[in-house]
Each structure stands twice: as structure tokens, then as C-alpha cells.
């Protein structure tokens, strides 16, 4: 039967494993030219048992700067070199990503003007594109072909081209942009054809040649719809070894990488399709929020597709591959879906991260906390045995990768025979978790201390929101972490700071509080997360809301004002919405669910308020006021449920905290501090005495 | 020199004499790579120097690791730092000109994103912008921070600086201890006026005592808060005595609003008055005997004059106005002033990039920011340039061919130059841009263009002239939607302000560009007394305005002319009314709900086509043609005086 984790061959070349990691942005370039922190990130996948790694998607030519760290071809050659330096002797195959953003790109780096098939607007950045010319095409062709050549000649195993969400090529295939008259809108596949051809030409027979391409632009008016991409694109199944079907266009960018409001696997139906009309002659890729190792191993088994994409997964767990290959997935850090960390075109330039794994990105400056899966020729020296110290050599071989941890790192830095002290975790949300299993992984003992019956704090509250129930995995994945590595987890037990020895080996996590209110009310006001605890509870919504209008008062701006109202509107409930901006959610722009969103909202009917603030509530009427022009207005409102910013539950000085107990945040930064925390206990434990 | 009796009389800044009272203040340039000072800072500040500037001040250079609210932060914190500053200080100095750095923690106006570390603040309040819940800071962090600014002053005199400036004015965590919105703290460093400035004094003692007496120590401090409950002018004046009386200070610099709030205030557009927060600079002025920096959109050398005739600053603050002419100073100086290239307070590519993370820019200057780029030397001088077209493009490319010795011919079908720009700028809200029109114009005069207008060409009249390059700015025509057929009361903006149309009555706006355009009718035919509604397939109307901080008083104004906005739309058919308007099929693309509204007339701001029939007839002559700006691809000014200047550089 064919396996997820056995190899498959591609163009002579055979890749350890049919797991593939797709071509993504990650800021982690240096100017437009792949860096060490791309080495070590593709490396690290590589070293946990990826098939494939396909790198960042490269600018084919010098009109296409479409994000600032984009990656141009002609920068990248040392780059290539390096990857394939690194992750060859892990034995996956390297592939350079190779497009051309078009219409889709940005004239603000290189100031020139966008190329496009013809003369339509981005919808998101409603820039017009200057229509190319066939010489411009010609140009184009070639540098697509130079690219590959160049990248051929970094001993890259092949290259994957995009035609998918960002690119020129899909523009050229699409109705919805490509209105030319000559022979590239007659026949709007020529384009590609001939990119296709003209890499081929360079990559040869014995290297693999990767296609992107969009199957279906969900816009059946004009773009590309599935039926047509499976009958006029199954021609491209010759010229290429695979094809990624994707879907979205520019009218629908974040349906390409959707969160966690889209079921993952969404493409599967395509994928069955398009791989039907290839028909074996070249391997069809799933791609689309596939998450779950499971129903990845099941595509393959049952014939959806000979390789699966899995891209966020493995930002969230390198070692995916080797974990189910060990038979051990249910250690596998899982993807929630939050792209939060990992969606990263953005003005900003934020590094590629992960919620769950905040080391991902900063492999370079944090080198991982996870032990690598043993045999996968990545060595101790340059995984977390760098960071626990000298001396300790016996304790990270490969008998402590496999044991649960237990004895690894137990002599890091520490004279043998001595004998650490348990560190104490107090709150067993995502700070204390992430805290005591690195603790554990560093073989410190550990007891957790929770006052509440189950263990996730916030995080596992959070998860009651509309759409985001997958962060509750995460919560499970660290519980059971925490208990395989044998840590002591007490729930419903309070610990009283004030007796707390400020010389023992503590860490508090102990979370939030309520903050403080702009607005006074004469009525019920309900913190969300309260109200989300109650539903975790078992309760619901007319339980913990008194009934009437409710008004969401959302001073942040992210998934909590918004996934409270439509829970609340879900619930039957007549639900308002204000916040102080202009749109509902502006900080959803992050996870690309922010018009998604929106839309949500509007046809469950929940009431914008926007660039409103409420003063207060009196005898059942809120009292709002416009922030820019002042005007007064009132709106019925019988209870406010409030998802304002919360505060620092108190902690005494002078022991170690992490998390929202320190200033309340998100999960990331409570893992990344719980983590910190542990390993510096870790590293400076307090030693009680010689056996 | 007469015309301007106290702009170019020096001015003594504690130990630092400046030569004159034109100040490049600080600003964010995003030039800094890595966490350093680059060589594009450098030849950024040489450039005002060698301009005649008077003083200038750095950008900010951070004081601690836990600061880091931008990307392109400087990381003054860092001894690498030292040898950037060198390079910026020598390249300053050869011009004569004093240079300050600017020092600053911007506190709790930051997020984690890039320092991964908890964000530090006075106290648990989140910034209006960042949203997130900073960490009050303990006597520990405080001490760290000041400390922070006594290592980054040592820095900064190794580096070669005359002194240096703490920015406790509009994102700071001065500023944050100062404002009671953000300081709840009750010990030492919260509650009365005077424990709210404790750490600002424990800082200039500190760096006082770091730079010594041979370096000038300067304080900007923030005016006006422009937020409920914060910091308000009595207030400031008060913290300025407190300064002032620490004997340790020897200027003040001011300003005004929160950058993160109200940063409107603070870089205000052409919808401001020019001067508008000097009453700032004046009330302290009154109140301390320190020199006293004024600013506030003072584009003008006779606006700076004026302010120190009036006695409301003793140095003027020109960021926007040296952007837009490194050389603001000498011209005005040598009784160039008209020759100034003026900043039309756009904020398109200086306010608007920077605030995405960009290198700042500048619409009328498209060197600004590029001054390392050098510009290709000229194959050949003396080239027989004709360049069709006179909007911004055309003159762009007909001014710089012309500077660089070619011989330029430029042709402009309309009697008067200046193309669409002319026309945004007849809209009364956005008369400064005319300024482009007018610079521009003075530009291709000073390098000699033989500027002809009211001359139309046609293809065969350029290849009777064998030039040796033609550059096509021929510009864009309004282009109707497809959903518009023959309804002759559908018009776009340009037939508005052309004057070809005159709606009235029930106008509907339809927005596909999210600028200016749509905005500007809209209030120019509301003024006329229309009932305007915008409708946009965006989810705001006026987008690009939040970028060049043009959409609060959009929206202020918008409100007062009853102008209605409606987002998520797109018109989906339209039909002659029997009354003579127009029936509009509006389609929410979000409900997916459509409804019919009857409007008396409709103005459409969408895109352009491209003039572009000479090109598809000279793209194969037998001499160079090259197209700039609309008949390209129509986008905005930026790109047409870029492309222009780049191609005329290039020839």
C-alpha cells in the first residue's frame, strides 16, 4: 500500500517521504536573497522526514518586487545552494519555487508599473497594471527559464512554478484578468505553455518540474472554475512530474490558506478530479489546510492524491513525518488553523512563526526545544543540545530522544550526583504547559498547579469562540506532552503566591484578570471570557446571557469581539457590534479572515457600530458616541458583553512569571515566555544538595 | 538676505551655535538596515546640509531592546551603532551644518513583533494603534531604561554628534509617564505633575552627564495630547519649567497630538492650516527662557520668517518642506524662494510609505530617500528630446532631460500644463497640489525646455522631425463602466471638474479607487448643495486616505455636508429613470442582497484608459520612444513624476 511516509520517486529522484512543504512567504530574507534563518528553517523540516521542500517563491524577473523580502532569482543562487547543502542529507528533495506576481504585486519597492495580462485593477491593492507587450511576454518566458537554469545549477532537484494564488501565470489563465485579443487571450493557457516548456528545457528529464496552478478562482463568472481547469489543464499532465491544484484568486486571496473558519481539506474533491483527468502521468498534490496526518495518509492510501501538501503543519511541527513514521502522531504539535504567526504578507515584515511553536522562524537565534526524531542525521549539535550546556553528551543521544525525555539534559551544566529541586508551575494554561514540558524535556521534575478542573487557561476558553474550536487541540497536545514527560499536574488545586518561597524553583502563569471599562452600565456586563468559560462549561448562551439586546463592545479589534458576536448571533440572540474603527475586526487582516469576517457578520446579522465608543448604558438604551465627529447616538441594549483588553492577574515580585500573568497577550507570546522560562530554570536550577 | 531678517541669523543651542534657524527635525526614514544606521542615512542629511539647512536632528535612535515598534528602528542601544553615526556626523559636518540625534523609548506605543519581549510602560495600558497590554514597568525596568538613554548618549558623542534630543513628545515613554491617560501609577513615578516628570529628569541628568558640557541637550516635548483626559498645553509648560529649572537643558523642541492616536495632528495634510501648532511653541516660549523649536506643516521660508517675527519660536522645524527641496534653505537664502520645490503636504510617499514600512518617499521629489542611487551618467549630451504631453510625467521627464544637457521640445495639447494634477488640484481641498504643477513648471524653465502648449502632434509630425527620443506622457481618458451604456447623466469625476457636467440633486459617487478622487467631488458637489452619497465595493470609503491622514477630516467634513457612505457595493446595472435620473442596481456583495436606488445623476471615480494611440503608432520608429505616468498604465502622481525623471535620467 502506498504510505505517507515511504518514498516516492519524482523525474528519477526519490523523495524520503510523500510529504511536501509548499512554497510560502516567511520574511526571513536577507534583502531578496535567501538567508541562514531560510537554511535553517527548510532544514529542520528536512531533518523531520519532509518529502519535499519547496523554497520560498522566487521573482523570475526584475518587474516583480511583490512584497519587500520577496525573493529574486537572480539573489537567490547562493541560497539554493545552501538548502540543498543543508537538507539533502536528509534526503529531501529541494525544489526552487519560482514566479511572478503581476497584477498581484506591489509598484511600492520597485516603482515601476505592475505587469499584467491586460489592464485590470487588483482588487486588494486597486492598482492598475500596465497590459504586457509580447516582447515583455518574451521577456517574461525567458525569465522563467533563467531561473531555472540558475537554479539548476545550484543542484536544486527541480523547480515548482506558480500559476496559483499570487502570479501572472494564473492571470494569463483566468477570464477574470486576461481580456487580450491576441493569441495569449485566444488561448489563455499559451502563456503557461510555453513557461512550462521553456523550463523544462533547463530543469531536463532527471530533475522534477512542479506545477502551482489555480483549479478554481471561486468567481464561475469569469475566472477559472474546477471543470474547466480539469478539462483544458490535464494537457499540462505531460509536461510536468506534479501539480499542486489550488484554489482562489485575487478576488478571494485568503481562500488559498484559509484559517480556521474553513474545514480543512476543502480541496480534496478537487484534487480527486484533477488527478482522474491527469491520470497518472504526472502525481496529483493535496493541498488545502491539510492539517491532520491522519486524513493525510488516508488520501494517499485511497487514491485523492499521491502526495499531500502540508505546509502549516510542519511551520507547527517539523518532525510530522518522523512522528508518524515512529507511530507516535499523537505527539505531533498540531496546526490550529489561527494564522495568526504564519501569514506573513504584510506590510510589517513579520518573520514566518507559530502559535504553537513561537522556535519556528528563529531557528538560528532559538535553536529548537524539541528533541529531532533520532536517525534523521541531524545531530545533536545543532538542535537542542546546543542550548542545554557541555558536559552533557551521553545525555542527548538517541536513547533519551526516544525515552520521554528522561535523562536528557539531566547533567547539563550540573556536577553528577547532584540532586535538583521540583519546579513548581503555577496555572496550567498555555505559559505553565509550555513551561513544564520543556522543563520535563530537560529532565527537570515538575509539578503543574492548576485551580480549575481542566487544564488551558485561556487558550482552551478561547476555543469556544465561532471558528476557532481547533485551538483546543493545542491545549490537548500540550496536556498530553506534559503527562507522557511524567510532569506531577494537580487541577483544582490553589496555591497561595504569599507563601511561595522566593528561593525555590517556581514559575508563575498564573494568567488575567478583568481590565478596566471606558463606559459605565446600570445593567449586566459580561466579560467574554467569562461567558466563554460558562459555554466550555456545558452551559448555554440564554443560561449566561440575560435575555434582550446584546451590545459586543470590541475595543481590540481581533478574533474575540468578532467570534463572540457571532456566537452570540448564532445563539438566536439579537447582537450589535462597535468598535472604535472603521471596520469590524481590522486586526483580522492578519489571519485573512478580516472580509470573511465581515461577511459573517452582516448575514447573521449582527449590527456594526463603527468608529463608535459606548459611554454607557442606562435603563436598557447604550449611549454611543462617533469618535471622529462626535455625534450621539442610542441603540436598546439590555446586557454588554465586554472583549476589552484584559490585565496581569496579581503576582508578588521577585519570581519568575511568564505570560498573560506578565502583561496579557496571546498564546504565542505566553508559549515563547513559558519556554524561555523553563529553560532558564532549566540552565540555573537551584541545586539541593549531593547524593 | 534682507527680505528674511532673523530665517538665516544664527543661534546659539547651549555649546552649539547654529548657523541658521531652518531645522530638518527628526522623523522616521525607515533607512536603517539591520537595527543600524545605513549610508542612505547619511547622504539623506548630507543632502539638507549641503542645502543650507540650519540644524539637523536624526531620526530616533532606540534606548533599550525592549523597544522595537517598527521595523526599521534604529538601535541606538547597540555599539555598532557608532560607526554609522560617524559616517552620518562626518557627511553632515563637511557641510558646516550641526547635527543632534534624537533619543527615545517609544514605551507602550509598540508591540512584541519584533523584540519578542514583553512591551514596557508605565503602566497595563494598551496603546490606542499597537493593542497590546504592555508590562507596567518596576523601579528595576525604570532604572534599566534610563540607563538605556545614558549608554545611547555616550554612543552618540563617540559617534561624532553635537548634541542630542529626547523625544518625550508624540511616542514616547516619557511622554507615557507624563500623560495621566497613560501613567495610573501611585508611587514615586505617578500621581502630581512632578512625579509624572521624575523619570524625564532622571534621564537628563543622566545624559547630561554622559554627552558633558561641549554637546547641546535638547527636550521635545508634547504640546497637546489632543486625547480626553491627557496632556494639554498648561500641563507642558508646566514640564518645560521643570526642565528648564534642572539647568541641564539647553533647548526645547515641541509638538503635537500621539502618534499613535492622533497622528493626524501631528503630519497634518493641506487640510491644515500651515503653522497650525505653533500656539505650542509659543505658550512654552512665553513661559521658559530656553530656545524654543516651533513646527507644524511650515512649508514656506516666509512662514518660517513669520514665525520668528511673531515671536512664536526661535528655530523653525522644515521636515516635509526639505524633503520635498533638500535645497529649501539656500534657495530661499540666495532670494530663490519661488525656484523651492514645494512639499505639497500630499503625505502620499513620505507619511504614507513610512507608516507601511517603506523607505520614505516623496511625490514632488522622487530623489528624496534615494540620494544613494546614483543616476546614470548621460551616453550623450545634446540629444533632440521631444517629450508629448505637459501633465506631471511630461514635465518631470522635459525638466530633468533638459537639466542634463539634452534639447528638449515639450508639447502640451492644452493651453496650460499641469494635466490632471491642474484639475485635482481646482477642487478647493486640494489646491496645494498645484504646487507639483508649478514647481515643475519653474523647473523645465530654469533647464531650458521649449515648452509649447496648445499644440497638438500627431505621429507623423514627430517623425518628421527625426528626433532622436520621444517620451510619450500623454496621460489617461476617463473610461465609462461597462454598466453606464449611453445614460448621459453617468459622468465621471473629470467631467465634473472640467466643468462638462453639473449633478445635481441626488448624486450618487461610485468609488473603485479609494482616493482622492471620489472624496473631493463628492465634497465639491455637496458644497454646490447636492445630496451626495459615496458608495464604494470596499469596506471603507476613502481607504488611501487613512494612509496620507486625510480621513478623519474626510470624515469630520463629510459629516458636516451630509455626505452619506456606503461600503460592500457595486453597482450591478443602471437604467434612465422616467424623471430623467438615473436607476442604479446596487449589489452587497456581502449579503449578496441587491437593491434599486434612483439618483439624479451618477459620478464615477474609476479607472483610466491610457492615451496611448501615439505609442501604438511610434512603437516601432526608427528612434527611441518611451512611455511616463498614465499612458503607461494611469496610476497616481508618484509614478508619473518617477517615470518621468527616471527615463529622462536615463537617456
Not at chain 2, 533607512?31 to 542645502?51: C, D, F, I, K, V
Not at chain 2, 509624572?196 to 495630547?225: F, K, S, T, W, Y
Not at chain 2, 447623466?489 to 482622492?516: I, K, Q, Y
Amino acid at each position: 500500500m502506498t504510505a505517507l511516509t515511504g518514498p516516492v520517486v519524482l523525474a528519477g529522484r526519490t523523495a524520503p517521504s510523500r510529504v511536501l512543504f509548499g512554497p510560502h512567504e516567511t520574511n526571513l530574507g536577507d534583502g531578496r536573497a535567501l538567508s541562514e534563518r531560510h537554511v535553517a528553517y527548510y532544514e529542520r523540516r528536512a531533518a523531520g522526514g519532509a518529502g519535499l521542500i519547496v523554497t520560498e517563491a522566487a521573482s523570475v524577473h526584475d518587474s516583480d518586487w511583490p512584497y519587500e523580502r520577496a525573493p529574486l532569482a537572480a539573489s537567490c543562487a547562493d541560497g539554493w545552494r545552501a538548502v540543498v547543502a543543508a537538507c539533502r542529507p536528509h534526503g529531501a528533495l529541494v525544489l526552487a519555487g519560482l514566479g511572478h506576481a503581476g497584477s498581484q504585486g506591489s509598484s511600492a519597492y520597485g516603482q515601476r508599473a505592475l505587469w499584467a495580462p491586460s489592464r485590470v485593477a487588483d482588487v486588494v491593492s486597486r492598482e492598475l497594471p500596465a497590459e504586457l507587450e509580447e516582447r515583455e511576454i518574451a521577456a517574461l518566458v525567458a525569465g522563467f527559464a533563467a531561473a531555472a537554469a540558475s537554479a539548476v545549477a545550484c543542484d536544486v532537484d527541480g523547480v515548482e512554478v506558480d500559476a496559483g494564488q499570487y502570479s501572472v501565470l494564473r492571470q494569463f489563465l483566468s477570464g477574470l484578468t486576461n481580456l487580450r485579443g491576441d493569441r495569449y487571450g485566444e488561448d489563455r493557457t499559451a502563456l503557461l505553455v510555453e513557461v512550462l516548456a521553456a523550463v523544462r528545457g533547463e530543469v531536463g528529464d532527471g530533475r522534477v518540474l512542479g506545477l502551482r496552478l489555480s483549479c478554481d478562482e471561486l468567481a464561475p463568472w469569469a475566472g477559472i472554475t474546477p471543470e474547466h481547469a480539469v478539462s483544458s489543464f490535464a494537457g499540462f499532465a505531460d509536461v510536468v512530474d506534479y501539480v499542486v491544484p489550488v484554489r482562489g484568486s485575487a478576488m478571494n486571496v485568503s481562500a488559498t490558506r484559509p484559517d480556521s473558519h474553513t474545514e480543512p481539506g476543502f480541496n480534496a474533491g478537487l484534487c480527486r478530479a484533477v488527478r482522474e483527468a491527469v491520470s497518472g502521468r504526472a502525481a496529483v498534490v493535496w493541498q488545502g489546510s491539510v492539517v491532520d496526518p491522519g486524513a493525510a495518509r488516508a488520501a494517499v492510501e485511497d487514491g485523492t492524491a499521491d502526495l499531500v501538501e502540508m505546509t502549516r503543519a510542519q511551520i507547527a511541527e517539523p518532525r510530522l513525518v518522523s512522528l508518524v513514521r515512529a507511530g507516535t502522531p499523537e505527539r505531533i504539535r498540531p496546526c490550529v488553523l489561527c494564522n495568526q504567526f504564519c501569514r506573513v504578507r504584510d506590510s510589517r515584515n513579520p518573520r514566518v512563526s507559530c502559535l504553537g511553536d513561537p522556535g519556528s522562524g528563529y531557528e538560528v537565534e532559538e535553536p529548537p526545544v524539541d528533541l529531532p526524531w533520532p536517525g534523521t542525521g541531524w545531530d545533536a549539535g545543532s538542535g537542542a543540545g546546543t542550548r542545554s550546556g557541555g558536559g552533557s553528551d551521553a545525555g542527548v543521544g538517541v536513547g533519551a530522544m526516544s525515552d520521554a525525555g528522561a535523562g536528557f539534559g539531566a547533567g547539563a551544566g550540573i556536577g553528577a550526583g547532584s540532586v535538583l529541586d521540583e519546579v513548581l508551575v503555577v496555572g496550567g494554561g498555555p505559559a505553565g504547559l509550555e513551561a513544564a514540558r520543556v522543563l520535563a524535556l530537560r529532565g527537570r521534575s515538575v509539578r503543574l498547579v492548576e485551580q480549575e478542573d481542566v487544564l488551558g487557561g485561556t487558550l482552551l476558553v478561547a476555543a469556544r469562540l465561532a471558528g476557532r474550536a481547533r485551538l483546543a487541540e493545542l491545549v490537548s497536545w500540550l496536556e498530553r506532552e506534559v503527562r507522557r514527560l511524567g510532569v506531577r499536574v494537580e487541577n483544582g488545586t490553589r496555591v497561595d503566591l504569599a507563601d511561595l518561597d522566593p528561593a525555590a524553583s517556581v514559575l508563575l502563569a498564573t494568567g488575567s484578570v478583568a481590565g478596566p471599562r471606558a463606559y459605565t452600565s446600570d445593567g449586566p456586563v459580561i466579560e467574554t471570557r467569562d461567558l466563554l468559560a460558562g459555554l466550555a462549561a456545558g452551559a448555554q448562551v440564554d443560561d449566561l446571557v440575560p435575555a434582550g439586546p446584546v451590545l459586543v463592545v470590541d475595543p481590540v479589534g481581533d478574533w474575540t469581539g468578532a467570534g463572540t458576536a457571532e456566537l452570540l448571533a448564532a445563539a438566536g440572540r439579537d447582537t450589535a457590534i462597535v468598535t472604535q474603527d472603521p471596520v469590524i475586526g481590522t486586526q483580522l487582516a492578519i489571519t485573512g479572515d478580516l472580509a470573511a469576517a465581515n461577511t459573517r457578520l452582516q448575514v447573521a446579522g449582527v449590527r456594526p457600530h463603527k468608529r463608535a465608543a459606548l459611554r454607557r448604558v442606562l435603563d436598557g438604551r447604550a449611549e454611543l458616541v462617533n469618535v471622529i465627529t462626535g455625534v450621539e447616538s442610542g441603540v436598546d441594549c439590555s446586557v454588554v458583553v465586554h472583549c476589552g483588553h484584559r490585565l496581569p492577574s496579581p503576582t508578588p515580585t521577585g519570581l519568575a512569571s511568564a505570560g498573560d500573568c506578565v502583561a496579557p497577550r496571546t498564546a504565542y507570546q505566553a508559549v515563547l515566555e513559558g519556554r524561555r522560562a523553563a529553560l532558564s530554570l532549566a540552565t540555573s536550577p537551584r541545586v539541593l544538595g549531593r547524593v | 538676505m534682507s527680505r528674511y531678517r532673523y530665517l538665516f541669523s544664527p543661534v546659539r543651542l547651549g555649546p552649539v551655535v547654529v548657523p541658521n534657524r531652518i531645522v530638518f527635525a527628526a522623523h522616521l526614514t525607515n533607512q536603517a538596515r539591520h537595527g543600524l544606521p545605513s549610508e542612505a542615512h547619511a547622504e539623506y542629511y548630507a543632502a539638507r546640509a549641503a542645502g543650507g539647512a540650519g540644524l539637523i536632528i536624526t531620526e530616533e535612535h532606540s534606548t533599550h531592546v525592549t523597544d522595537w515598534p517598527y521595523e526599521k528602528l534604529v538601535h541606538g542601544f547597540r555599539r555598532e551603532a557608532i560607526a554609522g553615526y560617524r559616517r552620518i556626523t562626518d557627511a553632515v559636518h563637511a557641510h558646516g551644518v550641526p547635527i543632534f540625534a534624537q533619543l527615545n523609548h517609544n514605551g507602550g506605543q509598540a508591540s512584541s513583533m519584533y523584540s519578542r519581549l514583553p512591551v514596557w510602560a508605565p503602566s497595563a495600558v494598551p496603546d490606542p494603534l499597537f493593542r497590546e497590554v504592555p508590562k507596567a514597568m518596576d523601579h528595576g525596568e525604570i532604572a534599566e531604561v534610563v540607563a538605556g538613554y545614558r549608554t545611547v548618549a555616550a554612543h552618540c558623542v563617540e559617534g561624532g554628534f553635537d548634541g542630542v534630543e529626547l523625544q518625550c513628545s508624540h511616542s514616547s515613554i516619557v511622554r507615557g509617564f507624563l500623560s495621566p491617560v497613560t501613567n495610573l501609577r501611585t508611587d514615586g513615578y505617578g500621581g502630581s505633575a512632578r512625579n509624572r516628570a521624575r523619570i524625564l529628569l532622571e534621564i537628563v541628568e543622566a545624559v547630561r552627564e554622559a554627552i558633558g558640557p561641549d554637546r547641546a541637550l535638547g527636550v521635545r516635548l508634547c504640546g497637546d495630547e489632543l486625547i480626553e483626559n491627557g496632556t494639554r498645553i498648561e500641563d507642558a509648560v508646566e514640564v518645560a519649567r521643570m526642565v528648564e529649572a534642572t539647568g541641564a537643558v539647553d533647548y526645547l523642541n515641541t509638538s503635537i497630538g500621539v502618534a499613535t492616536s492622533t497622528l493626524f495632528m501631528i503630519e497634518a495634510s493641506m487640510a491644515f492650516p500651515p503653522g497650525y501648532a505653533l500656539h505650542i511653541a509659543s505658550a512654552i516660549r512665553e513661559a521658559v527662557r530656553l530656545p524654543v523649536i516651533g513646527s507644524g506643516r511650515i512649508k514656506d521660508p516666509a512662514q518660517a520668517e513669520r514665525a520668528l517675527a511673531e515671536g512664536q519660536c526661535d528655530l523653525v522645524g522644515v521636515v516635509r518642506g526639505q524633503i520635498a527641496d533638500p535645497e529649501f534653505a539656500a534657495k530661499a537664502r540666495a532670494g530663490r524662494a519661488g525656484d523651492v520645490n514645494a512639499c505639497l503636504s500630499c503625505n502620499q510617499e513620505c507619511v504614507g510609505r513610512v507608516g507601511l514600512g517603506r523607505w520614505l518617499g516623496c511625490v514632488v521629489n522622487p530623489r528624496a530617500g534615494r540620494e544613494t542611487v546614483v543616476l546614470p551618467t548621460p551616453r550623450r549630451r545634446g540629444r533632440r528630446v521631444f517629450v508629448v504631453g505637459g501633465g506631471p510625467a511630461g514635465l518631470k521627464a522635459a525638466a530633468t532631460a533638459a537639466g542634463r544637457g539634452h534639447d528638449v521640445t515639450l508639447l502640451e495639447r492644452a493651453a496650460q500644463v499641469g494635466g490632471q494634477v491642474a484639475l485635482a488640484a481646482t477642487v478647493p481641498s486640494r489646491v496645494e497640489l498645484g504646487e507639483l504643477v508649478r514647481g515643475l513648471l519653474a523647473e523645465c524653465g530654469r533647464s531650458g525646455v521649449d515648452l509649447r502648449t496648445g499644440v497638438s502632434v500627431d505621429a507623423g509630425w514627430l517623425r518628421a522631425q527625426a528626433p532622436d527620443v520621444v517620451v510619450l506622457a500623454t496621460g489617461a481618458r476617463p473610461k465609462r463602466p461597462w454598466w453606464a451604456g449611453e445614460l448621459e447623466r453617468v459622468v465621471d469625476v473629470r467631467d465634473v471638474l472640467e466643468g462638462r457636467a453639473a449633478p445635481f440633486g441626488e448624486v450618487l459617487v461610485v468609488d473603485e479607487l479609494g482616493f482622492h478622487q471620489a472624496t473631493s467631488v463628492a465634497e465639491l458637489l455637496a458644497d454646490r448643495r447636492a445630496s451626495v452619497r459615496i458608495s464604494t465595493p470596499g469596506m471603507v470609503v476613502g481607504q488611501d486616505l487613512g494612509l496620507t491622514l486625510d480621513l478623519e477630516m474626510f470624515t469630520i467634513r463629510a459629516h458636516a455636508k451630509g455626505i452619506a457612505q456606503s461600503t460592500d457595493e457595486v453597482v450591478t446595472g443602471a437604467w434612465r429613470a422616467e424623471d430623467g435620473g438615473v436607476l442604479v442596481d446596487l449589489h452587497k456583495h456581502t449579503t449578496g442582497v441587491t437593491v434599486q436606488q434612483r439618483y439624479d445623476w451618477v459620478v464615477c471615480a474609476v479607472h483610466q484608459d491610457p492615451e496611448d494611440g501615439l505609442w501604438q503608432e511610434l512603437r516601432d520608429a526608427p528612434f527611441e520612444v518611451h512611455r511616463v505616468g498614465d499612458c503607461l498604465t494611469p496610476r497616481r502622481a508618484d509614478s508619473a513624476v518617477a517615470e518621468g525623471h527616471r527615463t529622462a535620467a536615463a537617456l
